[in-house]
């Protein structure tokens, strides 16, 4: 029930594209769906976050779309660039017990000129 | 902003030995400190989480003898791998978060290889 499923594994998506990566949970008390981007040997950097009181969030070229009765969400990378190529991780957060983050599987995303 | 780093970038030692790496939040104080193990091309597993002033919570399956946690103050945790062996090797990374229920900051990771 903690899990969080994220797909695809990987992803090339051409200059100027868009890309979309999809994450599945289960858990009804997560609260908070944070959006994770890595490049390698580096920590990940928050990208963009939703809570469940919105259906999306858009900043700049990233939105976030939730959908609470599927409970599913994802992540729009609108006019894609190569240097947005990283890997890409989304989570989740219950709001009470602990603040412990749940993160998918990650997504390696490759932008072909 | 909000910075975290992490100290050594990256570590080579003996197994064996123990290694320490530290986690400092630079402009702000952490009520809560999180480590996590990220191996190649896995996702980030959350090892502990950690209060300033009180012990540790580990994850399931975590040695907490073998992984040591102090968090010492509102803008420093450590965490000393203990008798460190090559299966330890992997790229070590904390977070920290300013109060309850608010964003996570991470740090730059630590790669630590055993040999």
């Known amino acids: 029930q903690q899990q969080v499923k994220q797909s695809p594994q990987s992803l090339i998506v051409q200059k100027g594209g868009i890309s979309i990566i999809n994450c599945a949970y289960e858990n009804t008390a997560f609260d908070y769906f944070p959006w994770y981007q890595q490049f390698p040997g580096k920590g990940p950097a928050l990208l963009i976050a939703?809570?469940?009181?919105?259906s999306e969030k858009k900043e700049g070229r990233f939105t976030i779309s939730f959908n609470k009765s599927a409970k599913q969400f994802s992540l729009h990378i609108m006019d894609s660039q190569p240097g947005d190529s990283a890997t890409y991780f989304c989570a989740a957060r219950a709001a009470f017990g602990n603040e412990k983050l749940t993160f998918g599987t990650g997504t390696r995303l490759t932008i072909i000129p | 902003g909000a910075v975290v780093s992490q100290h050594p970038s990256r570590v080579i030692c003996k197994s064996g030995t123990s290694v320490k790496i530290e986690c400092r939040s630079l402009?702000?104080?952490?009520?809560?400190m999180f480590w996590y193990r990220q191996f190649p091309k896995q996702s980030l597993m959350l090892m502990a989480t950690?209060?300033?002033?009180?012990?540790?919570?580990?994850e399931q399956g975590v040695e907490k003898d073998k992984f040591l946690i102090n968090h010492a103050s509102l803008t420093l945790s450590t965490l000393t791998v203990t008798s460190a062996h090559p299966e330890d090797s992997s790229f070590y990374i904390c977070s920290a978060s300013k109060t309850s229920g608010n964003e996570q900051f991470f740090g730059p990771g630590t790669r630590l290889t055993v040999l």
């Open positions: 402009d702000f104080q952490a009520t809560t």
């Open positions: 939703i809570r469940p009181d919105v």
């Open positions: 950690s209060n300033e002033g009180s012990k540790a919570t580990y």
